[in-house]
C-alpha cells in the first residue's frame, strides 16, 4: 500500500481538495435571513428621515421628528389644549442629557396643571353656549 501524501488524505475533518470552500466564499452565501422590522424600529427610522419644512426657504433640512415636535410646540403656544396636555408629561419627567438641566418645580407644575384645568372648563362652558 502507496503512503498518501498529507494533502490527499481523505477523512473526517479531511474533505476532497476539490470540494473545499476557496478563500473568501462562504458556505452560506445568503447568509441567515433578516428579522423583520419591529413597529417602533420602523417608526424610529421614519422619523429620523431628513425633510423640508413646509414654507422654509434654502433647502435646509431638519428631522420629521424635529418637524413634529416644532408642530406639537407650536400649537401648544397657540393655546391647543390637547397638545398642550401631550406636552405636560413629557416636560414633568427628568431630562436624560444632563441631571443638572433645569427641570420644572412642583409651583411650576401646579400652575401649568391650574391653567390646563382652568382652560379645559373655559372651552367646555363657551362649547355648551354655542350649542344652545
Known amino acids: 500500500m ?4 498529507s494533502d490527499e488524505r481523505v477523512g473526517y475533518g479531511r474533505p476532497p481538495i476539490n470540494s473545499q470552500f476557496k478563500p473568501g466564499q462562504s458556505g452560506n452565501p445568503k447568509g441567515r435571513p433578516k428579522r423583520p422590522a419591529s413597529f417602533i424600529s420602523d417608526l424610529l ?6 425633510i423640508t419644512p413646509d414654507g422654509e426657504k434654502g433647502g435646509k433640512k431638519i428631522t420629521r421628528q424635529r418637524a413634529l415636535i416644532r408642530g406639537l410646540v407650536t400649537a401648544a403656544t397657540q393655546g391647543n389644549i390637547r ?9 414633568a419627567r427628568p431630562t436624560e442629557e444632563s441631571d443638572d438641566a433645569p427641570s420644572m418645580s412642583d409651583e411650576d407644575s401646579d400652575i401649568l396643571e391650574t391653567y390646563i384645568a382652568r382652560e379645559a372648563k373655559r372651552r367646555r362652558e363657551h362649547e355648551g353656549n354655542n350649542e344652545s
Request: glycine residues 0%; aromatic residues 0%.
Open 2 to 5: 502507496p503512503k498518501d501524501s
Open 45 to 50: 427610522a421614519e422619523l429620523a428621515e431628513k
Open 83 to 91: 397638545a398642550l396636555s401631550l406636552l405636560m408629561p413629557i416636560l
